[in-house]
């Protein structure tokens, strides 16, 4: 398959703009500010990386923090073996690096605590991650400040990552061009006896040959899940020795991970034909999958779009084994665990979905006995409505 890509439109090194991230930097700044809080300490990898630019994709055991003032001196913090990933990517005005020869952890603290104090006041307030950061080191960030207040500031953040620029929309898009790529491989991998490892590893060489022919300086972390018969019940499954058999339930997942930004590509069907037993749950997930797609819009709640989705499968009898939600936010997702929450298609979330915010639509049944069944599509909401990024035929009959 061959892919052209604008030039003019290439991912960069630094993969950001200095206007991108001058944008959200003085956005943090005014909300620090309109919130009274003094200075942001960042200690989750997405937001460190939202922030500065330092993309630290994988920590190594090696801690990557980030310091922002509501005026004044900002900083990244992070390990001498990162020094020239810090120099080139960092926005911030400083780079503190620590070496190996003491305890990362504390070293990491004494550096920032050390450039934080000498901004602050005794009585300070201080932002931190508090709903992930690690007990050990807000205990060690008290004691440093005992007159210090620690306030929240990850929502802050949230808020920013969650309306997509238009550069970030482009990471996005390249990374549904590579998940279609993934996915034909995927299938033209397929026969009976083939390893689920075969597959995913057929699959994943595609992407990441792709993103090395249609961007000039593409940074990867994707990954592909292949998961057949009963280990669909299980949708975050890494790859196993398992061999395809014919009437076997097939989960493609294909996440390419373009600067840390995640799209994904996930289509369920029956190697060889469905049975009517099969066949039941895949027409449930169908109708709700296309209603999800279709209410994905600019003012549509997230919960009211979670609830149709699932109402639909309650039709069909199969409520009871619904076992995530709708759909979540697309954007950072550095080792696919963090996203940002205000984003998710949840019974809980009331945001109102807006213009150029991206998410999936993966409404899924999990059966004990027969299988799971689940497709995935990213969306960009538009002013108007939503498009598809990742359009791949729902339909697939292959076996």
Known sequence: MSVMIDPDQECRLPAFTSQEMNRRISGLRKKLAENNIDVAFLSSADNVFYMSGVPLLSEWGRPMWAILPAAGKSAVCGAAIERENM???SSFDDVLVYNDDENVVKASLKLCSDFISGSISPKARIGIEAEVIPLGIYRALQERFPGAEFVEVGDLVGELRLVKSNEELHLLEVGATLAKIGADAFLNALHEGVTELAVAAHALAEVE??????????LTSSYVYAQFGENTMIPHLHPTSRRLRRGDIVSLNIFPVLWGYCAELERTFVYGGA????????????ESFDLGKQLLMPGAVMSEVDAACTEVLRKYDLAQYVRHGTGHAHGIMIGAASREDKGELR???KTKLLPNMANSVEPGVYIPGLGGFRHSDVLIVTETGS???TDFPRDILIG
Do not use: C, W
């Not at 090395?212 to 300086?217: E, L, V």
């Open 347 to 349: 019974p809980y979330n």
């Open 275 to 286: 049975t009517k037993e099969q066949q039941r749950p895949l027409d449930a997930v169908n």
């Open 387 to 389: 498009r598809t990024i």
């Open 87 to 89: 120099e080139l990517h």
């Open 209 to 218: 040959k792709a993103m090395g022919a249609i961007s000039f300086n593409g």
